[in-house]
């Protein structure tokens, strides 16, 4: 799974999934489906309308006017769906994606445009074929819509999330006497949160990861009223993870 490191105004590296060249093929899909049923009622609707007043005459161009008009949802459908929805289409909901920009932030209305535009080379003019060849050689999968853009489309499921049954792989409990008994103040959220802040630390061992272990062993430290900070602190918030899961799941 190719991932994207993308770093925060709070220096901070947050690390998201690229989403599946598969799950933007099948997005698009549907997202066709969608356009395809939209422009093919309203086609039905305006030739009722026409067969109705049973011949061509001049009202009938200012209906023409409104049926053009009405297909025009359907021609910017993804630029419309994208701007309205922060990045994300009827389709990139279904398989849970969304566009963002390279920085994690939120694509302005322009960037959405840009992505909107290209659509044409990336996707319709080569039926798909130059956007999945640009994809698959970008190590961010963007097509050339993104590139121009700076954006790309991330997995908004990640393939693995930490839950609190994998904090018991820490270390055996049996015979575990806790050290910190007060733990139990804790939530099970505050401590999924200390588990991953240390996952990250280990895979991406930088400064920006090791001053949040900080702040979250002193911020520790302070709610268990303890009188110093250990200088271990990686050890300490592990004997802090199995002592809550003594103490709470015995």
Not at 23 to 49: G, M, P, Q
Not at 186 to 206: A, G, Q, V, W, Y
């Amino acid at each position: 799974m190719k991932t994207a490191d993308i770093v925060t105004t709070y220096n901070v590296v947050i690390q998201y999934e690229i989403a599946p060249v598969i799950s933007r093929i099948v997005a698009n899909i549907l997202d066709v489906i969608i356009v395809f049923f939209y422009l093919t009622t309203v086609n039905l609707l305006f030739v009722s309308i026409f067969s109705d007043f049973g011949g061509y005459n001049d009202f009938d161009n200012v209906i023409i006017l409104f049926m053009y008009m009405s297909m025009i949802p359907g021609f910017f459908y993804s630029f419309f769906c994208e701007a309205l929805f922060g990045g994300q289409t009827i389709g990139k909901m279904a398989m849970g994606i969304k566009v963002v920009n390279v920085d994690g932030s939120k694509p302005s209305i322009g960037d959405f445009f840009l992505r909107w535009i290209f659509r044409l080379t990336d996707n319709i003019i080569s039926l798909g074929g130059f956007a999945l060849l640009i994809s698959l050689s970008n190590e961010r999968g963007q097509r050339l819509g993104d590139v121009v853009a700076n954006t790309m489309v991330i997995k908004l499921r990640p393939s693995k999330e930490f839950s609190i049954i994998d904090i018991l792989n820490i270390k055996s409990t049996k015979d575990y006497k806790p050290s910190y008994p007060m733990v139990t103040k804790f939530t099970d959220e505050d401590m999924l949160l200390i588990k991953n802040s240390l996952e990250r630390l280990k895979k991406i061992p930088n400064d920006a990861h090791k001053s949040l272990v900080r702040e979250i062993c002193d911020k520790t430290v302070k709610e268990l009223g303890l009188s110093e900070v250990p200088k271990k602190k990686v050890s300490f918030l592990k004997i802090v993870l199995q002592d809550y899961i003594i103490l709470t799941r015995s």
